[in-house]
């Protein structure tokens, strides 16, 4: 099947549209300004708490899951304003989970963002209060206003949220992760695990992201929950890699980690080589899954290759 456009092709057949190199900040900065405006001032008592939550939100992070949430919406016109919004909700919830990975009681880690992690830089009682304030800052977030003028659809995407954060989804994918150091696992037990864990959320930002526009269809729906499905598994298959290939001062995060933890990875399953070609699939997989979409997948298809060709 052909791809649905080329892989990091430039824009210029549509001149309304930015570029992916101008578009990407323009992303980014709109919600990191929009994470600031609705994280709690430091002004505000509990002072520490406010500030551990707006340490572990602010000054970091690709803000991959928004990127997604908004090049989805593009697919169905959703208003910008409502995709912030789940953009915002995704991201604090992605946060908390940093945050509460860090903690001595499950990954035990010092840096991540190229920073001290929360526990470090606060203690462990406000890392962890941080984090559940922001889970809830974040339901906060969602239910402000619908998320579709529909209501079941609304009801829909709220409860999309909630599983994707909870035991049948990343909290879940957690607790298989930490029960398997040590262990031994099986390529499809990975893979379930890391749906789980990373991937319920990066699925829940783009389904989220497309679901909140009028033109939602059942025809999109089974083409982009697979392309989720794929780019949530590249995503991770990404991390392994670089955990073996990239530095500590290149990630920001302590590299090398899941061999000294004796986690099972894919490079510790595959190989570092198999790994590889099974990214190169994917990515494949990720075109074939946006083809027939036309331009309006074009956004989508160049994050699929900026997660995947990422370097950090
Ligand atoms: C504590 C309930 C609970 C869950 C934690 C997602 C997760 C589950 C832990 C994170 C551990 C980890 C490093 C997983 C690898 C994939 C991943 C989520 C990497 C970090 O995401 P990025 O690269 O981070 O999007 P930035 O810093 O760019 O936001």
């Not at 990404?238 to 099972?264: C, F, R, W, Y």
Request: with cysteine; proline share 4%.
């Amino acid at each position: 099947m052909a791809p649905a456009v080329e892989a990091g092709a430039q824009s210029g057949a549509h001149p309304d549209r930015m570029d992916f190199a101008q578009w990407m900040p323009a992303i980014q900065q709109r919600v990191e300004r929009a994470l600031d405006a609705r994280l709690p001032s430091v002004d505000l008592a509990p002072a520490k708490l406010h500030e551990a939550m707006r340490y572990a939100v602010l000054g970091g992070g690709k803000r991959v899951r928004p990127l997604l949430a908004f090049a989805a919406g593009e697919l169905t016109g959703a208003p910008d304003a409502t995709v912030e919004r789940i953009a915002v909700a995704i991201e604090f919830i992605h946060a908390y989970s940093l945050v509460h990975d860090d903690l001595p009681c499950m990954d035990d880690d010092v840096l991540r963002r190229g920073r001290p992690t929360c526990h470090v830089r606060f203690d462990e009682a406000t890392a962890m209060l941080a984090g559940d304030a922001l889970q809830s800052e974040a339901l906060a977030v969602v239910v402000d206003a619908p998320l579709a003028a529909d209501p079941a659809r609304n009801t829909g995407l709220l409860r999309m949220f909630a599983l994707a954060c909870g035991s049948r989804g990343m909290a879940g994918g957690q607790a298989i992760d930490l029960a398997a150091v040590g262990q031994s696992m099986t390529l499809p037990e990975l893979e379930r695990m890391h749906s789980l864990k990373t991937g319920a959320l990066i699925r829940a930002s783009i389904m989220m992201g497309a679901g909140c526009g009028d033109t939602y269809d059942e025809n999109l729906d089974a083409r982009l929950s697979r392309f989720a499905d794929i780019v949530g598994l590249a995503f991770q298959v990404v991390d392994d890699i670089l955990d073996v290939e990239a530095s500590s001062s290149e990630l920001g995060k302590t590299a090398g980690k899941d061999a000294m933890q004796n986690k099972p990875t894919f490079v510790s399953i595959l190989g570092l080589d198999a790994a590889k070609a099974r990214l190169r699939q994917l990515h494949r997989e990720a075109r074939e899954a946006l083809a027939g979409l036309g331009e309006r997948a074009r956004r989508l298809s160049e994050i699929a290759d900026f997660i995947i060709l990422r370097k950090h």
